[in-house]
């Protein structure tokens, strides 16, 4: 089993639904939880970022994280065609530095 | 503010080859990382700075790959005799290195050995 679990879809929705992508995790000592978003050929950009467990809103996104279910949500609100891409869920222990440990991305595309 | 740059975007070698691949940190950022991208897989960590140093470089396959950043901000990740294998997207990330260990990522250089 992988420190990190993530359903790689592809995942197709309408303009305007609201998107659900979501990661499992085993490591008990991740604290730190984020998402990227990918476009193709490109660099991975950092979506969300959160601490331990809660909720965190930007705009149309929206961030969940539960340790004692040890899964993580990002929910995209009224989503645009620019949504599409790939969404990488990536996790931390608290030690200063430590690398992230990426589920495999979700891809996602939204139709206009 | 600029971004992590990294160059070349694209190296096409052939097996056996040396190649360098370069990574330029968002200014101010004290940590730098290297993760290696395949097709359909999220990053996975090869080597993490803090300064000068190499703070773990648990994630490197083996003694082809090394990396170095002998100013504490440009950093060179190095591949001896490149293997068909190696081909994949190489990622660079900065950041402060302190608790919140946010990382930015750059725009990565894809690797074809052929």
């Known amino acids: 089993q992988k420190e990190v679990e993530q359903d790689p879809g592809p995942l197709s929705v309408p303009e305007g639904a609201i998107v659900s992508l979501n990661c499992t995790y085993s490591n008990s000592a991740f604290q730190y939880f984020m998402w990227y978003r990918q476009y193709s050929r490109k660099g991975p950009e950092l979506l969300m970022y959160t601490y331990s467990s809660g909720n965190k809103e930007d705009g149309r996104f929206t961030a969940q994280v539960d340790k004692s279910s040890k899964y993580i949500s990002l929910f995209i609100r009224d989503s645009q065609p620019s949504d599409s891409a790939t969404y990488l869920c990536?996790?931390?222990?608290?030690?200063?530095?430590?690398?992230?440990?990426f589920g495999k991305g979700t891809t996602l595309s939204v139709s206009s | 503010g600029a971004g992590v740059s990294q160059t070349p975007s694209n190296k096409v070698t052939e097996k056996g080859k040396y190649v360098e691949l370069r990574c330029d940190p968002i200014s101010g950022h004290t940590a730098l990382y290297w993760y290696r991208q395949s097709l359909g897989q999220g990053p996975e960590f090869l080597i993490y700075?803090?300064?000068?140093?190499?703070?773990?470089d648990s994630g490197l396959p083996n003694d082809r790959f090394f990396a170095v950043r002998p100013e504490g901000s440009v950093s060179t990740l190095k591949i001896q005799r490149t293997e068909r294998g190696d081909s994949a997207v190489y990622l660079c990330?900065?950041?402060f290195g302190g608790g919140n260990n946010e990382q930015f990522f750059g725009p990565g250089t894809r690797l074809t050995v052929l």
């Open positions: 990330a900065s950041g």
């Open positions: 700075f803090q300064g000068t140093g190499a703070a773990d």
């Open positions: 990536a996790m931390s222990t608290n030690q200063a530095g430590t690398a992230l440990i």
